[in-house]
């Protein structure tokens, strides 16, 4: 080798030092906190839809009718009807729905709710509301809320 030809050669250059080496992060570190900030917001989002939904109310309403009308299961039948009523108006409209009574509006809640219920306890379903208060079985209530609870959660 000749030394002209090594005397044309330039240094190695080193880059310059960087003084810390983690930043600016990556985009996945970038997408990352911003999945974690962003997280809980969602949740709240998510939980404030579920507490404004029909379904939540409805069935919040039945709690607080269960604890109400505890030594009154007579009025828990009405007031569970009329919930029951206006549910159905929420969903089905209020010409469809506001007209049954009687035979029609326990046809209908079966065949929209999928009940499968005696026929005395979907009575009660009807005529609650405009019946005198009678004796029930606590059985019967407990019978009546599942009922009704499985028909407000198909149907909201």
Known sequence: MEPD???GLRDVHLP???DSYWWPPAIGWWILLAVVLLLPLVIKIIHWQRIRSA?????RE???YVLEYADNPARFAQEISVLLRRIA???Y?????ASLSGNDWV???VKTGDLKIKKSLAMLFAFAPYSRPQKLAP???ADLKDAATQWIRKNT
């Not at 379904?55 to 069935?59: F, G, N």
């Not at 409209?93 to 729905?97: A, I, L, Q, R, Y």
């Open 89 to 91: 108006i929420l969903k």
């Open 5 to 7: 030809m090594l005397a």
């Open 139 to 141: 059985q019967s209530v």
């Open 62 to 64: 039945m709690d607080k």
């Open 93 to 97: 409209g209020k010409d469809e729905v």
């Open 55 to 59: 379904k939540y109310y409805a069935l």
């Open 107 to 109: 046809a209908f809640l």
């Open 16 to 18: 310059e030092a960087v």
